[in-house]
């Protein structure tokens, strides 16, 4: 199973992202691939509030395309919504302290790595931040 981040997915959209083209290939080749694509509520939600950023982007996503988007995502035979396990949250808080974070930075990471880790799924990112965490599988399409 792909846990896909929301980097990757918000370079597959952004066509002025140097990564633009590879973001595009990998996240095409996913939805029309045989493997389950889980997707997780954070980075759903990334995608559409840094999608929308004026801050982020210099042309932003509506809130109409980034609905689409995510709605073409959920309509594909690959995809399913993944939820979280009854110790979802202690595993979260455990991620985040074995990582020895001080700070807020990680907190998103460590949820998409407790998903990832509770079913046996691969997060396929741009952000090396994941390798810090015991356990998570990453793979980093963008650099093959």
Same mark, same amino acid.
């Given at each position: 199973m792909i846990v896909p981040d929301a980097n990757l997915l918000l370079y597959?959209?952004?066509?002025?992202?140097?990564?633009?083209?590879?973001?595009?290939?990998?996240? =095409? @080749?996913?939805?029309? #691939?045989?493997?389950?694509?889980?997707?997780?509520?954070?980075?759903? *939600? %990334?995608?559409?509030?840094?999608?929308?950023?004026?801050?982020?982007?210099?042309?932003?996503?509506?809130?109409?395309?980034?609905?689409?988007?995510?709605?073409?995502?959920?309509?594909?035979?690959?995809?399913?919504?993944?939820?979280?396990?009854?110790?979802?949250?202690?595993?979260?808080?455990?991620?985040?302290? =074995? @990582?020895?974070?001080? #700070?807020?930075?990680?907190?998103?990471?460590?949820?998409?790595?407790? *998903? %990832?880790?509770?079913?046996?799924?691969?997060?396929?990112?741009?952000?090396?931040?994941?390798?810090?965490?015991?356990?998570?599988?990453?793979?980093?399409?963008?650099?093959?």
């Amino acid at each position: 199973m792909i846990v896909p981040d929301a980097n990757l997915l918000l370079y597959a959209y952004d066509r002025g992202s140097p990564f633009h083209d590879a973001a595009r290939a990998w996240w =095409e @080749a996913c939805l029309s #691939g045989s493997e389950t694509i889980g997707l997780v509520h954070p980075v759903i *939600f %990334a995608f559409v509030r840094i999608g929308m950023s004026r801050r982020v982007f210099e042309r932003p996503m509506t809130l109409t395309e980034v609905s689409e988007h995510v709605r073409s995502w959920l309509d594909r035979s690959v995809t399913r919504v993944l939820q979280p396990q009854h110790d979802h949250t202690a595993r979260v808080l455990d991620l985040l302290r =074995e @990582a020895q974070t001080a #700070g807020p930075n990680l907190v998103t990471d460590a949820q998409i790595a407790a *998903f %990832a880790i509770a079913h046996k799924a691969t997060i396929h990112t741009a952000d090396r931040d994941f390798m810090r965490f015991r356990g998570v599988e990453c793979r980093f399409p963008l650099e093959a």
